[in-house]
C-alpha cells in the first residue's frame, strides 16, 4: 500500500511514525476504534491513553494496530492491513466510538453542564457521509456554530447514526460518533427519528391580536 495514501492535507508535513506510545497504553491494549476516511473504513485500535476524543483533539499523528481496511462504501469485507502503523486525526471524518470515548469532565463540569448545556437534535453534512444524532451546546451556540473553528477538531453526536448514499456505515447502537468540523459542510436541526427537519405545524392563525397589532 502507498505511504501516506489517506493524507489529504497537501501542506501537511510527512511524519514517518507517530510518537512511541507509553507502555500503560501498550499494556492495557489501547483503544478500539472504527474510522472513516474519505474512501477507507479503518477498524482497529489507538495506542493512547485515556479517552479517544482528547487523543484525536491533540491533532498529532496516532500510533495504530491491528488494524484492518475496507473500501468505506462496504464493496469489500475488511481485510488486514499489517502496514498500517500510524494514523493522522486529520484524515479521519468520522470515529465510531463508545461513551467512554467522550471528553472528560470535572464534577464541577459535570454539574455546569446538566444545568447549561441544550440538546439539539442535527443532521450533519460531511461529505460522502450524513450523520444524525444529538449535540450538547451551551446556550445561544446555535448549531451552525459547529461550521466555526474551533479549538476541538471533533465533536461528539450521541444517540449517532451515520450514512453514506443513503446506506447506514454505523452499526445499530451507535453510542457517539466522533465528527471531524474540518470536513463539516452543513448542519440542519431536525427530528432525530426521522432525520428530516421538523414539519411545520398544519393550519393557520386562530385569530386575535397579533404582535404587529398591539405595537400600533
Do not use: C
Request: charge should be negative; charged fraction near 25%.
Amino acid at each position: 500500500m502507498p505511504f501516506g495514501f489517506l493524507r489529504r492535507r497537501k501542506d501537511a508535513p510527512v511524519s514517518a511514525e507517530a510518537p512511541a506510545p507509553s507502555a500503560a497504553a501498550v499494556a492495557g491494549g489501547g483503544i478500539p476504534f472504527d474510522g472513516m476516511t474519505e474512501d477507507w473504513r479503518l477498524v482497529g485500535r489507538m495506542l493512547v491513553e485515556g479517552r479517544l476524543s482528547d487523543a484525536l483533539n491533540k491533532r498529532e499523528p496516532i500510533a495504530i494496530a491491528d488494524v484492518q481496511w475496507a473500501p468505506a462504501d462496504g464493496s469489500e469485507p475488511l481485510a488486514p492491513a499489517p502496514g498500517l502503523k500510524t494514523v493522522d486525526p486529520y484524515d479521519l471524518i468520522l470515529v465510531i466510538a463508545g461513551q467512554e470515548s467522550l471528553p472528560s469532565m470535572t464534577d464541577q463540569e459535570r454539574t455546569a453542564h446538566r444545568v447549561h448545556k441544550v440538546t439539539y437534535e442535527v443532521a450533519l453534512e460531511i461529505p460522502p457521509y450524513r450523520v444524525v444524532g444529538t449535540v450538547q451546546l451551551y446556550p445561544g451556540y446555535e448549531p451552525v456554530r459547529l461550521l466555526d473553528r474551533s479549538n476541538d477538531m471533533f465533536v461528539p453526536v450521541t444517540d449517532a447514526t451515520a450514512t453514506m448514499a443513503g446506506n447506514p456505515v454505523s452499526p445499530p447502537g451507535t453510542d457517539v460518533i466522533l465528527v471531524n468540523r474540518a470536513y463539516l459542510r452543513d448542519v440542519d436541526q431536525v427530528d432525530a427519528r426521522t432525520g428530516e427537519r421538523h414539519a411545520k405545524l398544519p393550519g393557520g392563525s386562530l385569530g386575535g391580536a397579533q404582535w404587529s397589532d398591539k405595537t400600533r
